[in-house]
């Protein structure tokens, strides 16, 4: 896995444009994580076997982070840059919730500016539609079963290192057990 972390940060680094990436990516990419991490524990930490496993953790949990953040930031720009929409088959799982979410965002703003252009009140463009709950993308600290949303969506099961996007009520009560932790999309 850790080649294809490699070959898929390659890709998205030296193209503008989205790459396509399988649907299960970053399950297979957490699970392999995982995998690594449980390795690393059974080990001798004073042997070179242990500093390369653990080197190989680092590298591919940073190129693990870069890819999410260039694919997130590249979701915006597209979406910013009015072009034409990402085919879905480009986007994971958990992608797909989140350029959904992007979606309705930018169609917020088109309305505002709509809306202010032709000097309408602005107040109710802005708010949230109460049937989408807001949603918290985090990480799994263990494994969890299936779960049924706020939203009445199934969502997992799922394994330590999975990255979901959940409604904002099952994420912090998740988090506030501490089997999952919030992850931060970095800026660049």
Same mark, same amino acid.
Do not use: C
């Given at each position: 896995m850790h080649q294809e972390l490699y070959d898929a940060w390659k890709r998205e680094k030296s193209s503008k444009? *989205?790459?396509?990436?399988?649907?299960?990516?970053? #399950?297979?990419? +957490?699970?392999d994580l995982r995998k690594l991490r449980e390795g690393q524990r059974l080990m001798?930490?004073?042997?070179?076997?242990?500093?390369?496993?653990?080197?190989? *953790?680092?590298?591919?949990?940073?190129?693990?982070? #870069?890819?999410? +953040?260039?694919?997130?930031?590249?979701?915006l720009d597209s979406l910013l840059g009015n072009e034409t929409p990402i085919?879905?088959?480009f986007l994971t799982r958990q992608e797909e919730d989140i350029y959904q979410t992007l979606l309705q965002a930018s169609s917020q703003c088109s309305r505002l500016k709509k809306n202010l252009s032709e000097g309408k009140q602005v107040d109710a463009v802005l708010s949230t539609p109460r049937d989408a709950p807001q949603k918290i993308l985090v990480r799994f600290a263990c494994e969890i079963p299936a779960i049924v949303g706020v939203d009445l969506k199934t969502y997992g099961p799922f394994k330590p290192e999975d990255i979901a996007s959940l409604p904002a009520e099952?994420?912090?009560?998740?988090?506030?057990q501490r089997a999952a932790v919030k992850v931060e999309v970095e800026e660049n």
């Open positions: 444009d *989205l790459q396509s990436l399988p649907k299960n990516f970053y #399950e297979k990419a +957490a699970d001798d930490n004073k042997t070179m076997k242990a500093r390369l496993l653990r080197q190989e *953790l680092e590298i591919s949990r940073r190129l693990l982070s #870069e890819i999410v +953040a260039s694919r997130f930031h590249k979701m085919p879905t088959g099952n994420a912090r009560a998740l988090m506030h």
